[in-house]
């Protein structure tokens, strides 16, 4: 018992010790994000890929990081594209973003999302499903929207009454959807800041 003890000591202490990773392109790499067990907590584990920075889903499904901010313990990763000439987007396959649970990122708060191409079950939900959705201006804006032009689509705000591991889509459901951190209501579409941001626990 005392040298598992032992062992598992050692082990807390060599992950605490390890430096903080290379570059990667020209994205640093802070602390406690790794990209190789001799970098960083491997709990927190990202992919350096090409020269580009990269997190990947419980789906399986790798995502382009876009920025990190060590001090408040956020990432922010790139929405999936939506494929050309369909309103489906690239995760739709594995139901869109899902994070491991047994991972410590989780979605935050600050996230607007826009789900696209949607059935008319979702009009029974909360969501704002309305003709000044943010959606709308997503849509009739963005080149990348327009193939989702003249179908339903709804925004909601991420919050903490939600699941903080998923953003759900499917087909029969919503095959598409986009978000942007920090939206502001009387921001035009090419001003918002594309993304999802994602927050991590703070190493204990």
């Not at 000591?9 to 060599?14: A, D, G, N, P, R």
């Not at 990947?56 to 594209?81: F, N, Q, R, T």
């Not at 709804?154 to 920090?182: E, F």
Request: a neutral charge; glycine letters at 6%; hydrophobic letters at 35%.
């Amino acid at each position: 018992m005392e040298l598992v003890i032992f062992l598992m000591l050692i082990s807390v202490t060599q992950v605490s010790s390890l430096g903080a990773c290379p570059k990667c392109g020209s994205m640093e790499v802070p602390l406690p994000l790794s990209t190789d067990d001799s970098c960083g907590d491997p709990r927190y584990k990202v992919y350096c890929k090409n020269g580009g920075l990269e997190f990947l889903s419980a789906g399986g499904v790798y995502y382009e990081v876009l920025s990190i901010d060590p001090s408040a313990y956020k990432i922010v990763i790139s929405p999936p594209m939506i494929q050309k000439n369909t309103c489906y987007s690239s995760d739709l396959s594995v139901g869109g973003l899902s994070l491991d649970e047994n991972l410590p990122f989780n979605i935050s708060t600050h996230n607007t999302v826009m789900l696209l191409n949607c059935s008319s079950n979702i009009l029974l939900s909360p969501l704002n499903c309305s003709s000044n959705s943010f959606c709308r201006a997503y849509e009739n804006n963005v080149v990348e929207g327009t193939m989702c032009k003249n179908t339903l689509c709804c925004h909601y705000l991420k919050d903490s009454a939600m699941t903080s591991r998923r953003i759900r889509i499917r087909v029969g459901g919503c095959t598409a959807y986009t978000s942007v951190v920090n939206i502001k209501p009387n921001d035009p579409a090419g001003s918002w800041n594309y993304g999802i941001e994602l927050q991590w626990v703070r190493p204990s």
